[in-house]
């Protein structure tokens, strides 16, 4: 059993032995009292009939003679023994004919009823409780024939029966305690045993994960609060696989990504050292060239792992979206014209302001861009437009950038905004295409707050959006 089943254990014991041992002895001292108040109205009302009766026997015969037999009829069934005496102490009835002719001392009448008919003392009374045991007290209770007043003290008599009856019942009690406890035990042990067993699964499972297993699941088959725990469990246990996935695939991409321009500097300078090459311009463009991808991949990767990590600089500032658009338009316009593309802007007025980094808002509409350019052919178009635009019911402004390019095949769409997806491997890397762009387009406007999507279709096309939250005014 492990620590906390002990635990459980130890607190069920303690808590089913104070409940049952309390609510027993509670029982107990209650039955008990309650019964000995029955008895004694039992035999209070007994001893006044007693009494009643002598009283009615003394006035019509003038005295005791011949009452012995009256007393044991009077005694009847009732447990005990009956002893008369008569006004001086001398025994004159005895219901197992022990005493007659005994006289009583001080102590033994004091102990007795008076029986007083009209104001004479007629004899005493005495109600020995158990029969046979000799250790019944004396029953006392002032009678005055004609009136009955009930007065002094009234035992509480038990009979041998009455006592075994007594014992029976709490005997009874004690048991159904004792039960009512071993089942609460055998419950909540059960009971116990359904909270630790999930718990146990999950300690197994965490410990499995912490080895490096990290496709282990717990199962999840109940509702409650421990249905909830196995649940998010499994999420984390999820999301810590796929980061790992993430992670391997990463340094794959990474390695990959910097062995193609490594291979193509180290066979050109190898060439040169063997004299294969000469080292002329040519060959020194094309180090230069590869070096140049190999620091813009790493520029690349440092702004993505910064964004992915929350720890990207931004330095926010309320600006105008259209100046900088405006700018990149500028620029990419060389570019267009050298190929023939026809470069549009529709830029209204009353546009919202941003608040955003100026830096990271011209790389967002340099990337998209600069891929525009890339994936349009000579003679084709890009349009620029910015508007006013609610995103699940904020105020903002949307960029898009529309090309009528190649477009994006269905499939691919999905994944174009993941880091080193490329739709067209040969033909993006020899085009300088790292298939960072866009990774880093979403990563700095979700930095912004701020949303980014694509819409294409293929053979006519693609719109890149972005939308970034107007300032608060
Ligand atoms: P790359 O550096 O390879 O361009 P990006 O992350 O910028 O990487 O883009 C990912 C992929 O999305 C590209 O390989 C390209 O196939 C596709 N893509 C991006 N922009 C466009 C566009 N305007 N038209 C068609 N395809 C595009």
Known sequence: ?????????????????LSVGLTSFAANQLTA?????????GNTEFITSVESALGTYYAQYQGW????????????SNGGRLVLSDASGLIVADTQNKWIG??????????????????TDAGYLYWIGSQGSGSGSGYGKGMQSG????????????????????DEMNRSIWLSGGLAGLAALGLGLLLASQIIRPLKALSRSARRIAGGELSQRVKVDSRDELGELAESFNHMAQSLETNEQSRQRLLADIAHELRTPLTVIEGTVDGILDGVFEADAQHLTTIKEES?????????????????SGKLKLEMTQLDIADIIRRQAKQASILAKDKSIALLSDIPANLST??????????????LLSNALRHTPAGGQISLSLKNMLYRDKPGIMVSITDN???????????????????????????????????IVKEMAEAHGGYVWAESSLGKGSTFNYWLPASHT
Do not use: C, W
Request: net charge neutral; no cysteine.
């Open 405 to 439: 390019g190649e477009g994006i095949p269905p499939a691919d769409l999905p994944h174009i905004f993941d880091r080193f997806y490329r739709v067209n491997t040969s033909r993006a890397r020899s085009e300088g295409g790292s298939g960072l762009g866009l990774a």
């Open 147 to 166: 009136q009955n007043n009930s007065g002094n003290a009234a035992a509480g008599i038990i009979s041998e029966s009455q006592q075994q009856l007594l």
């Open 33 to 41: 009292s309650q019964f000995r108040q029955y008895i004694i109205r």
């Open 354 to 367: 941003v608040t955003g980094d100026a830096t990271r808002l011209n790389q967002i509409t340099a990337n």
């Open 1 to 17: 059993m492990s620590r906390l089943s002990y635990k459980i254990f130890g607190a069920l014991l303690l808590t089913v032995l």
């Open 292 to 308: 140049a991808t190999l620091t813009r991949l790493i520029k690349d990767l440092r702004d993505i792992s910064l964004a992915e």
């Open 102 to 119: 005994y006289q009583a001392d001080e102590y033994s009448l004091s102990n007795g009823t008076l029986i007083s008919i009209s104001g």
């Open 65 to 76: 003679d011949n009452v012995n037999g009256v007393l044991i009829q009077l005694l009847g």
